[in-house]
């Protein structure tokens, strides 16, 4: 059953918690845009038109910096969704005369700004963060801060009932808030899809193609993928210089590989987040020495930190085939207009998660999204190895 039907048969069989509308952090128009458009056809197919469930707001500043939240309509009684995403670095502002990028932090005050204007007015508050505010800083090894375990908490703190994110680069943090509704979402359908898209013929048989892992880190993403597709599984770990400290980390010193041979073979190579992309082209350059055929590389949140020369050289040079990302964070235009680079949907399944919710339906099989991967590899004429009913 497709997610059309499913969300339309959600609204028309009615029950929501109360009437559903959207907020829309600055830096998030575009993901909200879509979702928006989702939720409009599925009440429209259901038989009950809606216009647009977005609710003007904005998070306008002052001439010293200060800011301010201002929703510019009623959410009396409505089932709050606020829409953010804290990577959107191309977000400006005036300070003092200069132009500010917005941080993550600010994303994240902007956040707060919102949920405090509709404080004791809304039925129900829920935050769609994709990406998750300080996730990389999930856990303590000496004297530092755990930034995420303090913002849920704080979240929490300020009534918000139920945080959607995606890919969490440590879903474990969500121990911070044991009582807080938190789900963590794998587009792993979406990416497969795309893929398909693309390269229709793409063989994913065990002598043709290969996951490999890109460190200790992101073995469970790949192991799903490798499960569900049927192939083989490698898997690289990061050897580092424990003496010294660069920009924050210990220095990556060589990438040690553990897996059969991939001669010959077309490798997909997964991970949360793409930042400079080093590892990720360390690897691919260490792939090819050992005879990979093409590489496939996909992040959740492709942020090119770094740029975008380093991964147009390695297309160039026949060493990197693709890099699938999704539209779950901001991605430049220069990036969009890469041939190499392949733009993953995710709305439709962030606008089915609220559907839901909204209608205290089950998330347990948008969470396992197994049915419409089979049918997606049935379509194909693939057959789904390694995955058990």
Request: glycine share 8%; proline share 4%.
């Amino acid at each position: 059953m497709s997610n059309v039907i499913e969300a339309k048969d959600i609204f028309a069989q009615g029950g929501s918690v109360a009437d559903l509308r959207l907020l829309c952090c600055p830096g998030a128009e575009e993901l909200t845009n879509l979702i928006d458009r989702h939720l409009m056809r599925w009440a429209a197919q259901s038989g009950k038109e809606q216009g647009s469930f977005v609710i003007p707001c904005e998070c306008p500043r002052f001439q010293s910096g200060d800011a301010k939240g201002l929703v510019k309509d009623s959410v009396r009684g409505d089932d709050i969704f606020i829409v953010v995403d804290p990577g959107n670095y191309s977000v400006t502002y005036k300070l003092f005369g200069y132009e500010n990028h917005m941080s993550p932090d600010d994303h994240f005050s902007n956040l707060k700004r919102l949920i405090q204007a509709v404080a004791g007015k809304a039925h129900r508050v829920s935050v769609i963060m994709p990406s998750l505010y300080g996730g990389r800083q999930h856990r303590r090894e000496v004297r530092e801060s755990l930034d995420c375990a303090v913002a849920l908490q704080e979240l929490q703190n300020m009534g918000v009932k139920n945080i959607i994110t995606f890919d969490a680069h440590d879903p474990r943090v969500q121990n911070a808030v044991p009582l807080l509704s938190f789900d963590n979402a794998m587009p792993t359908y979406q990416v497969l899809k795309s893929l398909l898209q693309k390269m229709p013929d793409l063989s994913f048989d065990k002598k043709d193609f290969m996951v490999v892992s890109p460190d200790e880190g992101a073995m469970n993403r790949n192991m799903y993928f490798s499960s569900v597709l049927g192939c083989n599984l490698g898997m690289f770990y990061k050897r580092r210089d424990y003496s010294r400290v660069v920009n924050g980390r210990n220095p990556i010193v060589a990438h040690e590989y553990l897996g059969e041979s991939v001669e010959g073979k077309d490798v997909f190579i997964a991970d949360d987040i793409i930042a400079s992309g080093e590892s990720m082209l360390d690897i691919a350059y260490e792939l090819k020495m050992r005879g990979a055929r093409k590489i496939f590389t996909c992040a959740t949140f492709p942020l090119f930190t770094s740029g975008l020369e380093k991964f147009d050289k390695a297309y160039a040079d026949g060493i990197i085939a693709a890099v699938l990302g999704t539209n779950l964070t901001y991605r430049t235009p220069e990036l969009l207009e890469r041939k190499w680079y392949f733009d993953v949907d995710v709305s439709k399944y962030t606008a089915y998660f609220i559907a839901a919710i909204n209608h205290d339906k089950s998330v347990s099989s948008i969470i396992d999204p197994i049915v419409k991967i089979r049918a997606l590899l049935e379509k194909h004429g693939i057959p789904m190895g390694g995955a058990q009913d």
